[in-house]
């Protein structure tokens, strides 16, 4: 296996002995937390900085460290990409993390499972490498697409769990699409927001496999979600308070609109969702509005129904199922 893993830490110090930071807050997604002193160590004997590191959750730019920004002058989230549209009260300064992949090696398996044309697509740990993809494939006789994301997309061809925009933006001038990244999550969501197939490069195995969920049984499964937010005496609307993933205005319309077909609803306001907390509450169903990756990704956690804003609307018959899509950041109703 060639991936490797390269922390682009020296430009972080750079800004931050530039703002002459007293006191930072580390921030590290699970799959890093373990380099966490590591890093801390590095800041502090490069900068003189005090550092504090957080041990809650960070799944993305958006997951900003409200609570504990009094503590600090500045925050440094690593293994992220910046999501333009997010603002954060305090100094953010990204340490990018950067996995290269074998690209000759990947792309020879790829190419019997891509029509052209092509989209590319990528985690942010990739981003680096999609233009040396674009050329390699553009030899291979392949015509390329990398397409423009939303206000939340900081580089063409990014794709978060909460936004596909550029995916949709070439969607209908390519036949499949490639991502570079690892889980299905990612794939899943492209390949039902498209319609087109989606082949991931495996970054650890280094090899292309098609994204073969069976789309019948993961919407069989959206349905009867679907069905238990209609059988439920009540429900909740749940807002995250992350700065990030809060969409309290979607939250208030939902909750009108449910109101209005007679249905016992509230909102409630939460930093994490877990199981726990969730069960906690006592509610019959339950609507996120944070990430998606909670109602979709990890239902099986929940021992109460978890549901999205449009399988909402499908309960409550102001969405026909046949029109159901997956719920993203630039969802309105």
Not at 14 to 28: G, H, I, P, R, S
Not at 233 to 256: F, H, N, P, Y
């Amino acid at each position: 296996m060639v991936e490797t893993l390269r922390l682009e830490i020296d430009s972080a110090i750079d800004e931050l002995t530039k703002m002459k930071t007293k006191t930072v807050l580390l921030q590290m997604p699970s799959g890093l937390k373990r380099k966490a002193q590591e890093i801390a160590d590095e800041i502090r004997n490069r900068t003189g900085a005090e550092v504090l590191i957080s041990g809650d959750s960070c799944y993305g730019a958006c997951d900003l460290p409200d609570s504990s920004l009094r503590f600090v002058d500045a925050v440094v989230q690593v293994g992220h990409s910046p999501i333009p549209s997010v603002r954060c009260s305090k100094p953010m300064i990204f340490i990018r993390a950067k996995i290269s992949i074998d690209l000759k090696k990947a792309l020879e398996s790829a190419v019997h499972l891509l029509k052209s044309p092509v989209g590319l697509l990528s985690t942010a740990q990739h981003l680096h490498q999609l233009q040396e993809t674009k050329s390699m494939l553009e030899e291979k006789g392949f015509r390329v697409f990398i397409g423009p994301g939303s206000g939340r997309i900081e580089e063409d061809g990014h794709i978060l769990g909460c936004d596909y925009s550029s995916a949709k933006s070439v969607s209908d001038s390519v036949e499949s699409f490639l991502l570079l990244g690892g889980g299905r999550f990612h794939a899943i969501g492209a390949r039902l927001l498209t319609g087109k197939p989606v082949i991931i490069i495996d970054p650890e195995r280094e090899t292309a496999v098609l994204e073969d969920t069976d789309i019948d049984r993961f919407m069989r499964r959206r349905f009867a979600i679907i069905q238990k937010i209609k059988q439920a005496e009540s429900l909740a609307i749940i807002v995250s308070s992350k700065v990030g993933q809060d969409r309290i205005l979607l939250a208030q319309r939902l909750s009108k609109l449910a109101s209005q077909k007679n249905r016992n609803c509230s909102i409630v306001i939460m930093d994490d969702l877990s199981p726990e907390k969730l069960l906690n509450l006592g509610f019959d169903a339950y609507i996120s509005t944070a990430c998606p990756r909670i109602a979709l990704d990890d239902a099986d956690r929940y021992e109460k129904p978890v549901g999205t804003t449009s399988e909402l609307l499908v309960a409550i018959g102001l969405m026909d199922w046949e029109n159901y899509k997956i719920d993203e950041w630039g969802f309105s109703i």
